[in-house]
């Protein structure tokens, strides 16, 4: 069997390649006669060696292994000290609070319960925390059906070399820089959709769900386009999940309901769905939860305007977006409870992405017994 | 008699095309097509990105931005290049020696146990943290707390913590796939443990590491968000100190100078876009590359290498 004799030569290149290197063996029988040191001594001296040098490599390696979870640690400690002073000045209206006001910087800071700020500061997060959620709930109800999709042509009728093909696309689009899809979308794709498409989404009949897509289209950039920007983002996530998944249900139970004389599309739904359904879920809520926390992409096309979206094309504002875009003016409060603020925007939306990330793997890890889902990899 | 006998010549298996009502055919024909749609929709915007890119800076293009620093009106992107190739630089050896230690380790050495699972835990959600929150946090805590200003080094612990989960998940992965005889060779030859790792198991999880260390490093190229406020941009080389000198890389000039009034600048970040790309669709097909050496070196191997591929080897350790 040709599939048989690669595997033999390669054992064969080990084998061949080991006794050259390091055989005590034929260090003992060649060499320790020569020189006349006892057998005995040389071999406890090379365990030895080996007990340490395996030591060396487990303690290295143990060490970079704790460095994930310190650099976790050391983030949240940092964030939570940083914010401290802004939670207690911003108490709960900066989860439920609209309105975002530095203050003025022209006015002498003003002391409140202990902490210095600027006259007329008041920090309400609500607008950029519904942004987030708002702009993500889009990217996965336009990503997941089209990954899904995508993924169940790719493996049911594509032949080989073209689904090859298609996974070199999706490593692109998985590749391309956040920034190149910024603005793309907010020179290219955004125009074109205020321009072409959004016009003909207000004339949906006007009832309930349809209604949402009424009112001003706006220019382009807004709500709307950057959740179908942050689709294009997730969804190699979620297809290259979907795919490989797919390819991994059993043949015989395709075949079984085959002869049952269902058609392929009942096939899909009542046996392969029903084998990845959990996977895929876990895989769309990965993608939301990196939805969650692009920044540049969003930045660039929701206008980061520091607002609720008036309608689903307004512009609006995100969590992470609001982090990258303001801290170089927040560096303008003399009194630094800017800075604060935004890392108390930082915890919200690192607790929001982490509550996400850990529902995903919990639901992945109950389904995938044996089927282990390429977790957190992007290409 | 005659109908058993029509029933019995059918064709076994399949039924016949005819035996599917036409509402059922119907559906399965729309089933598929929208498929075939979502497919599409799947392709087109990488081809409109990719068009976009290269179409916004054919007009823009000069070859001296291979030479040229920027400067304030214009200028080239030598020095974002170099800024990028020295990040990269770092990188690559910091998350080599980070993330396949750190994956050597969870996959060979890590007891089964509540601490082991801590630590896979932390790699897998830091992997979800937003980048601009490892990017604020270097900023406040390297940049501002210990004094380093932009610098090197405080955009290079930013990346590294970014990265080093895929290369650990890719090293973990590849170890895991490397087959048992392989390590049942090696110790029916007295190897001792450690020379067996370094010699047999890790040098047979070459390919599955280099591709995880190449993703990490198509993820760095991308990146904007973690830099802009550790790496800060100058408009000089990237110079050799550590600390308190910024380093120039080509996001930044992206995202800063696409909306400048000026056509020299707005056309820099054009011409960086491009070499992102160029740069990223490199390094895809690097990956690609590898996969494909080792499957024709080893095609005992064959279903192992590529990372996402790589998914499956986990259930069998």
Redesign the interface.
Known sequence: MS?DE??DR??DD??R???R?????LARTGRAAKDGVPDAAKAAR??R???L??R???G??????????A??V??LV??VI?ALPAIRYNGWHFLVGSGWNPGSTYSQPVHTGGILHLAGASYGAWPLILGTLEASAIAVLVGF??????A???V??LPRALSGV?G??????A??????????GV???GPWLARDIYPALTHLPNVPVLDIFRGSTGYGEGLLTAGIVLA?MI?PLI??TTR?LLR?VPEATKEGA??L?L????V?RTVQFRWVRTGVLGAAI?GL??A?????AVA?VTGSVLQSATNIYGTTTTI?AT??SQ?DSAQTDPTGLY?RV??EA?LV??AI??L???AA?RIVRRSA??????????? | MAGAAAALSRPVGRRGREDVSLSRRARNLAWWSLAGVALALLVVPVVWVLYGVFQQAVPNWHWSIFTEVTTGVGGGLANALAGTGVLLLGVGVLVSVIGIGCGLYLAEFAPTGALTTLLRSASEILSGVPSIVIGYVGYVALVVGLHWGFSLLAALIVLTVLVIPYVSKATEIAIGQVPVAYREGAEALGMARSRALRTVVLRSAIPGIATGIIVALAISVGETAPLLYTAGFSNSFPTAQLVHSAVPYLTYATWTFYDDPSAAVKALAFDSMVLLVVLVLALILASRLVVWMSQKHSPARATGGGVRRAGRGRAGR
């Open positions: 599939s690669p595997g390669a054992r080990a084998a390649d080991l006794p290197r390091d055989d005590p063996a090379r365990s060696v080996a007990r040098s395996e060396a490599l487990l290295g390696s143990a060490v970079t292994a704790a460095v994930p979870l650099a976790l050391a983030m940092v964030l940083q059906p089209i990954a899904v999709g995508a169940v042509f790719i049911e009728k298609v070199l696309f999706l490593e692109i689009l590749g391309i820089p956040s920034v190149v899809f910024g603005l793309w020179l290219t794709f294009a969804i297809a290259a490989d991994q085959e002869a004389g058609t392929s599309a009942e899909f990965l939860g990196r969650l926390g692009e920044t540049i660039l992470a982090i990258v801290l800075v935004l890392a930082a939306l690192m992405t982490l996400v990330n850990i793997r017994r044996g089927v282990a889902l390429p977790v957190g990899v992007g290409f």
